[in-house]
């Protein structure tokens, strides 16, 4: 309720400043100023409020040809480039209000408009430092997802893959991690443990968000192909896909793995 109730209160505030800003011309180089300070703020707890509206998870898989063979493919949201955009145009937006209002201050008390200029450009600075800082080309959406083979998994999001062997796998967890940055609620997770007490443990974790089909189905999937190894043989084939479409992981007794 957090990120609503703070919407709900900054909402109000920042149509206020635009519409004493359209009625009174005079009060233009103020209410930018408020603008810069709350428009960001404004448009955070909005964002944030909602990403936590609960939604209904899609069943969607693949299969895909691979270089290690037919694969079950799990989607993931496509890299995106739309925050740095943001970013960049709000920095533009903010940096060029800034030189409107020096200019026009010129005939009058251009000091005024000077040290309005430079409060302004320093969160627009900041902003297009971001944009150009996180912008990232954006891959084509058969260059991402997780893929299953029977051997392997592969989990790229767009940076790169990371990939792991099935029989490295030694439990599959489901748990919701508090992150340090973040306040509310927390992160859930789908964790794949690798190694042992000799080695040390590895988690792999795959976030709830970072999926465009059902997590709940995903959990199920990778915890009964470590519980019944002989299974993985269907990954990649239309009896794998099927078995997911249907969430028919439930009943089953395990079996071996066939070499």
């Not at 206020?16 to 960001?40: D, H, K, N, Q, R």
């Amino acid at each position: 309720m957090l990120p609503f109730a703070c919407a709900l209160v900054l909402w109000p505030v920042t149509l206020g400043l635009v519409s004493t800003m359209v009625a009174e011309p005079g009060s233009v180089g103020p209410g930018l100023f408020g603008l810069v300070l709350l428009g960001p703020l404004t448009a955070v707890f909005t964002g944030w409020a909602w990403s936590e509206i609960p939604r209904a998870a899609p069943v969607a898989a693949d299969i895909r040809a691979t270089a290690h063979g037919p694969a079950l493919v799990l989607p993931v949201p496509r890299p995106s480039s739309t925050g740095s955009l943001v970013a960049i145009a709000f920095g533009v937006a903010v940096l060029g209000a800034g030189l409107w209002q020096f200019i026009a201050s010129l005939d009058a008390d251009w000091s005024m408009g000077a040290a309005l200029l430079f409060l302004m450009s320093l969160p627009a600075l900041v902003a297009l430092l971001l944009g150009f800082g996180t912008y990232r080309p954006r891959k084509t959406l058969g260059n991402v997802g997780i893929e299953l083979t029977p051997q392997h998994i592969s989990i790229d999001y767009g940076n790169g893959p990371t990939s792991v062997a099935w029989q490295d796998v030694s439990a599959v967890g489901a748990r919701s991690r508090r992150e340090a940055f973040r306040f509310g609620s927390g992160t859930n997770v789908i964790s794949l443990v690798t190694g042992d007490a000799g080695t040390g443990y590895r988690t792999i974790d795959i976030v709830h968000t970072d999926l465009e089909t059902d997590p709940t189905r995903v959990y199920h999937l990778f915890v009964f192909s470590v519980r019944n190894p002989g299974s993985r043989a269907e990954l990649g084939t239309e009896l794998g896909l099927d078995r997911f479409r249907r969430a028919g992981y439930v009943g089953e007794h395990p079996t071996p793995a066939t070499l």
